[in-house]
């Protein structure tokens, strides 16, 4: 049985409910209560603020969290098969789906996360990190939104942001209407779904205007049927306090970052 995987619309890993409540529901699909997850940031270039939040989210959860950084396996060197393979989870943040592609064929990505799926390792990720699991998705990755080939572990296509970025929506409703992309799913932000075996199980919700639809095209032009969505809540936790660690390290970056842009200015 291959492992479960989550498309979700729209997330982050700043501390809010919406956030948390997300985060919550994928690691409930672990098969143990300390997954080992493993971060891809990938599409927005590997950001060190964005792993730090991310790592921050997940210890405040007990989890055993890794990240790894394409754009400097010059730096660190890892086995990424080997890596990979040995997670519960594997986490892929939103981006430029177009480089994000291209960087996982050039790494042999397209091959080893197949391989993790196929022996139930739960995928899951948003924005772009959510697109990447479906034969197609709606990148802006080139500025105006295209459609990009994805892993093809999930049939159809994907649109995410979808109330939220009209352009998208209007794009993905015109690749529909022309045949270039089948069917599919789109998600709000803080909207997901669940996927076993290649079927949709469920759509979640973890703020009460987010949205999933169904969107195809037909005799009558592209249609929308919105999908059933249930509500999920964070699961109370008196460690979801901000880390002063977390906190203090959040702006060391910022500064560091503010310093070296008025140098190279």
């Not at 080893?112 to 390792?121: F, W, Y």
């Not at 049939?155 to 970025?165: I, K, L, N, P, R």
């Amino acid at each position: 049985m291959t492992g479960p995987i989550v498309a979700m619309g729209g997330a982050e890993f700043v501390m809010r409910a919406e956030n948390e409540a997300l985060h919550d529901y994928v690691l409930g699909l672990a098969r143990t209560d300390r997954p080992r997850i493993c971060l891809l940031p990938t599409a927005s270039g590997d950001p060190q603020e964005q792993i730090t939040s991310f790592h921050a989210a997940m210890d405040r959860r007990n989890c055993v969290a890794t990240s790894i950084s394409l754009f400097r396996l010059g730096e660190i060197s890892i086995d990424l098969a080997a890596h990979l393979l040995d997670q519960d989870i594997i986490y892929v943040t939103g981006g430029n789906m177009v480089n994000l592609m291209a960087l996982w064929r050039e790494h042999g990505l397209d091959e080893i996360l197949p391989e993790a799926h196929r022996r139930g390792v739960v995928l899951c990720g948003y924005s772009a990190g959510s697109m990447c699991w479906f034969d197609w998705g709606v990148s802006r990755g080139v500025g105006k939104p295209v459609a990009t080939r994805g892993l093809g572990l999930l049939e159809g296509s994907h649109c995410v942001h979808y109330s939220q970025d009209p352009a998208r929506r209007s794009a993905y409703r015109e690749l529909l209407g022309t045949g270039e992309v089948p069917a599919g799913l789109a998600l709000d932000d803080h909207a997901a779904a669940l996927f076993r075996d290649g079927s949709m199980v469920e759509a979640v919700r973890s703020r009460e205007s987010a949205r999933a639809f169904r969107v195809e095209a037909g005799p009558d032009g592209v249609t929308e049927t919105a999908l059933e969505t249930r509500f999920a809540e964070a699961a109370p936790s008196a460690a979801r306090e901000p880390a002063l660690d977390e906190m203090r390290a959040l702006r060391r970056m910022r500064s560091d970052a503010g310093g070296r842009a008025i140098r190279r200015g």
